[in-house]
């Protein structure tokens, strides 16, 4: 019954990198800017839009040229294919394989005394029994940590935009291109050199996810580039400079290669419709000028 449980969240947010990508949404979104980008070179034109993974109902309509630049591609590109994965049961057998510790080993194996110590304050203070978290690898605990505190607020990942066009992709037809996948996301996140900089960096966040979350929404709402750089990477490496090889794993290091996958698809589409994490758009080091790199003119929408 646990495993259960768990597993409706893992397919719901893994094509994350989860906190950094979030916001609540208010109304009159119609008017919303998003993240939001046009990449172009030779012919080929690549619409970006930066996700927004959980949200609420008056987040929509997106605004009218978000849904007229998917309309017009020939294929929707995202991290992971969520609506997929959730019917492909082999694939949930792997997945569930990947996020639980066989035999005896634990959570508490795993981490360092000082980060197990935060996870069971978080725990207790929330009134959460810490074997509902002891046999989960860090990944996936991470996962349940964030989804426990966001869904306290009403966000709820069904209404996330990765899946609103998801939906409209699959009930059309149009193509679905996965630039990772969702367990090559959760292979990742499990073969992180220190799973105690994951748990620590999801610590530090939630403790200030009220704040968080507010400035994300006016900084997603308004496109603010360099806002939403210094809110999900810039402060938080200045303040803990250790979460740098973190940082490279989950986005620096992925940033590099969906843009290389991106760039490649050009040779079989001409108008593309690409979702990835907001956290993934942003810095120098960001899908946006890798593929500046690959020479494609980028303007923001």
Known sequence: MRNQSILPQLRRTLSLLFLALLLIPTAFAAGDRGIFWQAEKEGVTIYLLGSVHLATPDYYPLRERIEQAYRDSQALVVEADVLAAEKDMALQEKIMRASFYPGQRTLRDELSAEVYARLRE?????QIPEAMFVRQRPAIAMISLSMLELRAQGLDPGLGIDRHFLKQAHRSGKPVLELEGVLAQLSMLNSLDDPNL???????QLAEIDSFVTRMTATWKSGDMEGLYELVLGESLRE?????????????????????????????????????????????KSVISELEKRGFALKQL
């Open 198 to 204: 994951l748990l620590d960096q999801t610590l530090e």
């Open 122 to 126: 978080w725990l207790q203070r929330r």
């Open 240 to 284: 803990h400079p250790e979460y740098a090889a973190l940082y490279r794993v989950i986005f620096f290091d992925r940033n590099r290669n969906m843009a290389a996958k991106i760039a490649r698809l050009d040779d079989r589409y001409k108008h593309l419709f690409v979702i990835v994490g907001a956290g993934h758009l942003t810095g120098d």
